[in-house]
């Protein structure tokens, strides 16, 4: 299973990304999918995410500011960010909660990370 994560880069304050992250594999189910942040100096922390019945969490710091979404049928999360501040500037990973069709247990699985900066 591999997570590719997608669409990070450099905004100004105030802008928008979108970030994306396909899930490929041997996968027989996927539950939850979610986005992490690692700021320079700093623990990684949860951004939100999302069950496969839809559940959402959202950290505090980006509520009404992001949205996460996911298409199951693509196997894809996506994150989009508005109102970015340059306190959001971090690496971030997707995370995926994913089932193999050669397994019976579930396992977490980490995309490579994409970084975004947002410039003041």
């Known amino acids: 299973v591999q997570l590719q994560a997608s669409g990070g880069g450099l905004v100004q304050a105030g802008g928008s990304l979108r970030l994306s992250c396909v899930a490929s594999?041997?996968?027989?189910?996927?539950?939850?999918m979610g986005w992490y942040r690692q700021a320079p100096g700093k623990q990684r922390e949860l951004v939100a995410d999302?069950?496969?019945?839809?559940?959402?969490n959202y950290a505090d710091s980006v509520k009404g500011r992001f949205t996460i979404s996911r298409d199951n049928a693509k196997n894809t999360v996506y994150l989009q960010m508005n109102s970015l501040k340059p306190e959001d500037t971090a690496v971030y990973y997707c995370?995926?909660?994913?089932?193999?069709?050669?397994?019976?247990?579930?396992?977490?699985?980490w995309g490579q990370g994409t970084l975004v900066t947002v410039s003041s």
């Open positions: 995370n995926g909660d994913i089932r193999r069709r050669t397994d019976r247990a579930r396992n977490e699985y």
């Open positions: 594999g041997s996968i027989s189910s996927i539950y939850v």
């Open positions: 999302i069950s496969s019945g839809g559940n959402i």
